[in-house]
């Protein structure tokens, strides 16, 4: 069965995005969290959707230089006709972390392609563009423009700017052309697309403000697919678009069934997040009767891993639902980034190792992609759906934690009783 879609996602949160709907849509997939070996992939063997974990996300350009090209290229090896480099649906970025421009770039140079779609608007989670302005839901429920959505707050890359090709302008010199929603309702979008190709853009960002602005991007993308691969930057909302085309073209099997998710006994929680929608899930479920352990990040890095693991131990040996919480919002200012994360996922190898815990959710995008790769997994599979955006995944490796039931959640994602949801109530 040939290959549909590779993608490499920025963040393990929302490589996991990705996972959920090639999967519950019927197009078996995997993600490995890390380049795969000949073995892994032989065991995958069949699938149609292969993506790459990764955390480029909080990463500087720098770093983008010196590790993504060997991950795109292994990208290109399995020849599929779509590849996707996936970012967040707030596309926060700046351009000196996670800068999406510089992936762009380094696409270009490997891929080679005519152009590069950018599908950022996503209806199914609430983020829309619309004349190349990016809006999205925020945790009271009201659609906000993205510059005064709580993103803008974000504390290592708020987003100032709504127009995306001028926010993507000062991560890169590749021209953005633009396909609106005026040009996709017309009918005239493929034709926009070749004067723009035509005219020097690189790049082309399209508008998606509902299900069927968002069908007729996906058929355009995957007819230029068929001609010649593509390599696109784009949120889960180009999947989204692609699974659509797909259906309208009879190229999915049956969804499989939806999958019960039994009560987890009992259920850990590991947040790094600092966003709005978080806290309230925090509260919500610390008003619920989780036992919440509050962690100083600074203490934490600098000696109180072995208080805090025996405080975490004995409430889950007690079989009480445990949460380790590193904030309830927004701090004053980032603290620690990626050594937060990784002492975070050392801390939950050694919870797991000496708890019955089977079940876990990580919540923050930073959080989750360097805790996870303290764990020891090779990859990840869909286990069944939750709330969109934030899957139970099942963990692959060689060792006891084969089978460990994993839901990587992003700041944003999630209604307030989202952890009670993840538990299995």
Not at 10 to 31: P, Y
Not at 294 to 317: C, K, M, N, Q
Not at 318 to 343: C, F, K, M, W
């Amino acid at each position: 069965m040939p290959i549909l879609y590779a993608y490499y996602g920025d963040d393990f949160t929302g490589s996991t995005d990705v996972l959920e709907q090639l999967a519950s849509n019927g197009v078996s997939s995997v993600l490995f969290l890390g380049a795969p070996t000949v073995e892994h992939l032989a065991e995958f063997a069949s699938v149609q959707g292969i993506g790459i974990a990764g955390e480029s996300r909080s990463r500087t350009p720098q770093w983008m230089t010196e590790n993504l090209p060997a991950i795109f290229s292994t990208l290109q090896r399995l020849g599929a006709p779509v590849t996707h480099y996936k970012v967040c649906s707030t596309f926060d970025s700046s351009p000196s972390c996670g800068s999406i421009g510089r992936a762009m770039e380094i696409g270009r140079e490997i891929f080679s392609p005519a152009f590069i779609p950018i599908v950022v608007g996503a209806p199914h989670l609430r983020r829309y563009v619309a004349f190349g302005n990016l809006f999205a839901a925020a945790p009271d429920g009201s659609v906000q423009r993205i510059d005064r959505h709580p993103m803008s707050r974000h504390p290592v890359t708020p987003m100032l700017e709504a127009d995306l090709r001028i926010h993507l302008a000062a991560q890169t010199e590749i021209k953005i052309g633009l396909v609106d929603t005026a040009m996709i309702q017309s009918g005239i979008a493929a034709e926009a697309v070749a004067s723009l190709v035509g005219g020097g853009d690189e790049a082309i960002l399209f508008d998606t403000i509902d299900a069927q602005t968002q069908s007729e991007v996906g058929e355009l993308i995957w007819r230029e697919a068929r001609r010649r691969p593509i390599f696109s930057a784009s949120s889960s909302g180009l999947t989204a678009a692609l699974l659509s085309a797909w259906k309208t073209l009879g190229l999915l099997p049956d969804a499989p069934e939806p999958r019960a998710v039994a009560i987890a006994k009992p259920l850990l929680v590991v947040s790094g997040s600092c966003s709005v929608a978080t806290e309230r899930q925090l509260r919500c479920a610390l008003a619920c009767g989780y036992h919440g352990i509050a962690i100083d990040p600074v203490d934490l890095l600098e000696g109180g891993h072995g208080r805090i693991l025996e405080a975490t131990v004995y409430a889950l040996t007690r079989g009480s639902n445990t949460i380790l919480y590193t904030a309830l919002g927004t701090p004053t200012e980032a603290v620690h980034g990626d050594q937060l994360g990784t002492a975070l996922g050392i801390l939950l190898r050694e919870i797991l190792a000496r708890t019955s815990v089977r079940r876990v959710l990580l919540c923050g995008g930073d959080t989750a992609s360097h805790a996870v790769q303290q764990l020891g997994l090779y990859a990840l599979t869909w286990a069944a759906n939750l709330q969109p955006g934030a899957p139970l995944c099942r963990a692959h490796a060689d060792s006891d934690l084969h089978g460990l039931e994993l839901v990587l959640k992003g700041g944003q994602v999630g209604t307030e009783d989202f952890f009670d949801v993840v538990r299995g109530t």
